[in-house]
Structures are given as structure tokens and as C-alpha cells.
């Protein structure tokens, strides 16, 4: 009875060993995984910029075009301005972030979102001189539309209070009566100089958490830790089984 004891604490520590490791070699391929991400992150965000046209053959490819800085020529529809709520990146202040529809000289529609506004500049009448109009340029970084997470509220379309940047409802509540080809993504403009100052550019938050190694440290840890109690039971089971 007493080695059967003895088995059954074996088969269990073999167990929770096995998933532990298992545990410390998934993060560690995590780990592997994030830092590629971070690193394909800065070079996009650092290079060249590409065409839209290459964003949208890179999207229609099965290929990932986000974080690619894109440089396109056209109008803002700024009668046609969206709102997503947020936080200014540089001091978090609540705020909205400005969401235009773009027509590029070429004619294709993308949506550009310019940047952040504080609550008391969300009515575009206080900020008339940020409305560019005519042709301009845009510099920006490729994101890919939100999922609404657990936690966050529904869009409200009538009231153009948005809390989650859902492409395909931006677009029908813009051009309600239209059925339009949009790119699959929004294209985030960086920090330029604007007339006014405002809406503010170059929101993207690039900085992604990367803690993958301290919890493979952990996991493997306990691990470690594991055997070591196992030792010790062991150990005090075959003294307590000598005469």
C-alpha cells in the first residue's frame, strides 16, 4: 500500500512536470514569436513609404500589410468625419480620435485616421483650420480594423460616438446608400504639421508587451521546483520504510 503511495505521487509529479515544461517551451516560442513581431514592426514603421496599391495587393495576397508606412495623394471628405473614443498617446488625456474618408487621386477610397482631439475640439467648427480642403498628402501607417473585446461598449452610429474602429460600419454609416470597395485596413497619419494643430497625428502605439521570458523563467522555475519536492519525498519515503 505504502509503494503504491509511492506510484501514484510519481505518476502525478510526472504529470504536473510535463505540463510545466510544456508550459516554459510554449513561452519561450512566444518569446521567439513577439520579438520577430517587434523587429518586423520597427522596420516597417522605420522604412520607406510603399503605395497603396502595394498595401492593397499585399492585403489581397493573404499577407499581413499592417505597420507598413503608406504615402497617398487626395481629398478629405471632412463633412463625413467619424469619432472613436481614446487617449491622447502623449499625456492620455480623453479624447477622440478623427476618422476621415480619403479619396485618393487615383479614386480609391481609404479611410485615414489624422489623429487625436481633446473633448472640447470634437465639434469640427472649433477647429475650421484643420480641415484641409483640396488636394493633400498623407503619410501614415497601415492598422488593421478593431474586434470588440469583452469589455467594450457598442458603437453608437447615430450619435458618431464610436469605441471600436469597425471598418465596414464606418463605411455604410458614411455612405449609407452606397455599396463601396474599400481597403480592408485604416490608415493612421503620422505627426505632420496641420494648420491649427489639430486633429494630432502619430498615434500609433508601437510599444508591445513583451514578458514572454519571465514567464517561461517561471514556469520552468517551478518546475525545477517540482523535482526538488519530489527529492525530498522520496527520500523521506525510503526512511520511513528501513527498520
Do not use: C
Request: proline fraction near 6%; charge should be neutral.
Amino acid at each position: 500500500m505504502r509503494s503504491k503511495g509511492l506510484i501514484d505521487f510519481t505518476v502525478l509529479a510526472l504529470a504536473m512536470l510535463a505540463v510545466l515544461i510544456g508550459l516554459g517551451v510554449w513561452q519561450v516560442k512566444r518569446l521567439h514569436w513577439k520579438e520577430g513581431l517587434i523587429a518586423a514592426i520597427d522596420a516597417r514603421t522605420k522604412g520607406n513609404p510603399i503605395s497603396l496599391d502595394r498595401a492593397i495587393a499585399l492585403a489581397k495576397e493573404g499577407r499581413d500589410p499592417t505597420y507598413y508606412r503608406v504615402h497617398v495623394e487626395g481629398r478629405f471628405d471632412n463633412s463625413k468625419e467619424r469619432y472613436l473614443f481614446s487617449q491622447s498617446i502623449s499625456d492620455g488625456t480623453p479624447g477622440w480620435h478623427v476618422i476621415t474618408p480619403f479619396t485618393t487621386t487615383q479614386g480609391e477610397l481609404v479611410l485615414v485616421d489624422r489623429g487625436f482631439v481633446p473633448d472640447n475640439l470634437k465639434d469640427l467648427s472649433t477647429r475650421a483650420s484643420g480641415q484641409i480642403e483640396g488636394v493633400t498628402t498623407v503619410t501614415g501607417i497601415v492598422r488593421a480594423p478593431d474586434t470588440q473585446r469583452l469589455f467594450t461598449p457598442n458603437n453608437e452610429s447615430a450619435a458618431n460616438r464610436w469605441f471600436w474602429r469597425d471598418l465596414n460600419g464606418l463605411v455604410s454609416s458614411m455612405f449609407p446608400t452606397a455599396t463601396l470597395d474599400v481597403p480592408p485596413f485604416f490608415i493612421e497619419a503620422e505627426k505632420s504639421d496641420v494648420p491649427g494643430g489639430w486633429p494630432e497625428g502619430g498615434q500609433t502605439r508601437l510599444e508591445l508587451p513583451n514578458n514572454h521570458l519571465q514567464y517561461a523563467i517561471t514556469w520552468f522555475a517551478l518546475a525545477a521546483a517540482l523535482i526538488v519536492i519530489y527529492g525530498f519525498y522520496v527520500r523521506s519515503f525510503y526512511r520511513r520504510e528501513q527498520p
